[in-house]
């Protein structure tokens, strides 16, 4: 009976929140080389959006551990522990300390972990800040052609390497494609964003809107997709939860409001709608009709104006009068989407990781790695990169300060209600104290 062939693979994924563990458990699988038997470990940076067990259980990613962690303990497990491939999924300064951590963490190593990092989705503001703060990595994965192209401009521009940007696609398409003949009823679903718009104005005329459509087809069921409830933080925060504004609106019988898995959600889809939603690019892979909307303009604020040249943009009055989209094909090329759909109509999307797990099987054979090497260092950025590692307890070289959180020690009873009540102070915070504060000020 021949050898199996099959290698044993030891992967972490430090993430901090639910989709950014969504995107790097998913690109952790996407991204390893082919025959890989993965042992998945999971860590959860510790602040104000690690998920709830919920968010967890709705991203549908099993880990062999999950736990939660502080930067500095995180560090000192990766200086214990042996790893192949590590991706960072989170926040740009958040990896960079950790770069920065890593680096003095594996100083003394004959071998380190190939260091993985990226997006989560589209990339449509603060694109130089973002990006050179993930510089450093082994590998900083561009989603699309369109942005592998952009991320070189901006390393190449600041005169740092660009080897790194490795294009490869979103790791969470996929699902059937949209059939032929529809569905009965016809459903249209919203996708929702936390911080997108931020006004209680626009948000409060979106969902008015959305209820309006209900009201003028009762044929067709009419979903608002909501990231998470009241209380729970994903990547952005949110300050006015489309569950409180719509206890003052009077909907009919066939709008609602869902929760769950896009994907599952995307599988009765007839038409798509949302503002600016990593959500439309799952949707035109599954060739799902899609709409980004204009009624509030197309701005950068919005990220919106990303869609420009998609075929997608329109208003709700258009969609009210039958309107359907036809997307450009060439845009939706150029988006790491692929254009045919999912397998049989497609199949381009399948090859879409195939470079970067080849950089990595060559990483992982090489005899040695040369140490990580961010482009901001305390000579390029003295004003900016030590503040950076602070937050995260750590000093100028990337150590330890003095005083920063033990490792491998459960927090005490007594400190873990602390910290939970923190969090709820937080929160309450962000979602009731700061709106009525801002509220005041425009008296």
């Given at each position: 009976?021949?050898?199996?062939?099959?290698?044993?693979?030891?992967?972490?994924?430090?993430?901090?929140?639910?989709?950014?563990?969504?995107?790097?458990?998913?690109?952790?699988?996407?991204?390893?080389?082919?025959?890989?038997?993965?042992?998945?470990?999971?860590?959860?940076?510790?602040?104000?959006?690690?998920?709830?067990?919920r968010?967890?259980?709705?991203?549908?990613?099993?880990?062999?551990?999950?736990?939660?962690?502080?930067?500095?303990?995180?560090?000192?497990?990766?200086?214990?522990?042996?790893?192949?491939?590590?991706?960072?999924?989170?926040?740009?300064?958040?990896?960079?300390?950790?770069?920065?951590?890593l680096?003095?963490?594996?100083?003394?190593?004959?071998?380190?972990?190939?260091?993985?990092?990226?997006?989560?989705?589209?990339?449509?503001?603060?694109?130089?800040?973002g990006?050179?703060?993930?510089?450093?990595?082994?590998?900083?994965?561009a989603?699309s052609?369109?942005?592998?192209?952009?991320?070189?401009?901006?390393?190449?521009?600041?005169?740092?390497?660009?080897?790194?940007?490795?294009?490869?696609?979103?790791?969470?398409?996929?699902?059937?494609?949209?059939?032929?003949?529809?569905?009965?009823?016809?459903?249209?679903?919203?996708?929702?964003?936390?911080?997108?718009?931020?006004?209680?104005?626009?948000?409060?005329?979106?969902?008015?809107?959305?209820?309006?459509?209900?009201?003028?087809?009762?044929?067709?069921?009419?979903?608002?997709?909501?990231?998470?409830?009241?209380?729970?933080?994903?990547?952005?925060?949110?300050?006015?939860?489309?569950?409180?504004?719509?206890?003052?609106?009077d909907p009919?019988?066939?709008?609602?409001?869902?929760?769950?898995?896009?994907g599952?959600?995307?599988?009765?889809?007839?038409?798509?709608?949302?503002?600016?939603?990593?959500?439309?690019?799952?949707?035109?892979?599954?060739?799902?009709?899609?709409?980004?909307?204009?009624?509030?303009?197309?701005?950068?604020?919005?990220?919106?104006?990303h869609?420009?040249?998609?075929?997608?943009?329109?208003?709700?009055?258009?969609?009210?009068?039958?309107?359907?989209?036809?997307?450009?094909?060439?845009?939706?090329?150029?988006?790491?989407?692929?254009?045919?759909?999912?397998?049989?109509?497609?199949?381009?999307?399948?090859?879409?990781?195939?470079?970067?797990?080849?950089?990595?099987?060559?990483?992982?054979?090489?005899d040695?790695?040369?140490?990580?090497?961010?482009?901001?260092?305390?000579?390029?950025?003295?004003?900016?990169?030590?503040?950076?590692?602070?937050?995260?307890?750590?000093?100028?070289?990337?150590?330890?300060?003095?005083?920063?959180?033990?490792?491998?020690?459960?927090?005490?009873?007594?400190?873990?209600?602390?910290?939970r009540?923190?969090?709820?102070?937080?929160?309450?915070?962000?979602?009731?104290?700061?709106?009525?504060?801002?509220?005041?000020g425009?008296?």
């Amino acid at each position: 009976m021949p050898a199996s062939t099959t290698k044993s693979l030891r992967v972490a994924v430090l993430a901090d929140s639910d989709t950014r563990w969504k995107w790097g458990s998913l690109t952790a699988n996407r991204i390893s080389p082919a025959e890989s038997d993965i042992r998945l470990d999971g860590f959860l940076l510790r602040g104000r959006a690690t998920p709830t067990a919920r968010q967890l259980e709705e991203v549908g990613v099993r880990a062999d551990s999950l736990r939660e962690v502080t930067a500095v303990e995180f560090l000192r497990e990766m200086a214990k522990e042996q790893y192949d491939v590590l991706v960072l999924a989170l926040v740009g300064g958040a990896v960079q300390a950790m770069l920065h951590g890593l680096a003095h963490a594996w100083q003394a190593r004959e071998k380190r972990p190939v260091v993985v990092t990226g997006y989560v989705g589209v990339v449509y503001e603060k694109l130089a800040d973002g990006l050179l703060l993930r510089h450093g990595a082994d590998l900083v994965l561009a989603n699309s052609r369109q942005d592998a192209d952009r991320f070189r401009a901006v390393y190449e521009g600041v005169g740092a390497d660009a080897s790194s940007v490795t294009e490869v696609a979103l790791p969470f398409l996929g699902g059937n494609a949209y059939p032929a003949g529809g569905h009965d009823p016809y459903t249209v679903v919203f996708a929702a964003q936390p911080s997108v718009p931020e006004s209680r104005k626009d948000r409060t005329y979106l969902l008015n809107r959305l209820i309006q459509h209900a009201r003028l087809h009762p044929d067709r069921e009419v979903l608002l997709k909501l990231r998470s409830k009241p209380g729970e933080h994903t990547t952005h925060i949110e300050e006015l939860p489309y569950q409180k504004l719509v206890q003052k609106a009077d909907p009919p019988a066939n709008f609602r409001l869902v929760y769950g898995h896009m994907g599952e959600v995307l599988d009765r889809t007839d038409l798509l709608v949302t503002i600016s939603s990593t959500a439309a690019l799952e949707s035109l892979h599954r060739r799902v009709p899609t709409v980004v909307l204009s009624d509030l303009g197309v701005r950068e604020a919005l990220g919106n104006h990303h869609f420009v040249g998609s075929g997608c943009l329109a208003s709700w009055d258009q969609l009210d009068a039958g309107h359907r989209p036809s997307p450009d094909a060439a845009w939706v090329a150029r988006q790491g989407v692929a254009a045919g759909g999912p397998p049989p109509g497609g199949g381009s999307y399948e090859t879409a990781f195939d470079v970067a797990r080849f950089r990595i099987t060559e990483l992982l054979e090489a005899d040695k790695l040369p140490a990580l090497a961010p482009y901001y260092t305390p000579v390029t950025a003295p004003g900016y990169l030590p503040g950076i590692l602070a937050r995260h307890h750590l000093g100028p070289d990337g150590s330890p300060l003095p005083g920063a959180p033990a490792a491998d020690k459960q927090p005490s009873p007594v400190r873990q209600i602390v910290r939970r009540a923190a969090r709820g102070a937080y929160r309450h915070g962000v979602q009731r104290v700061a709106p009525v504060i801002r509220r005041m000020g425009e008296l």
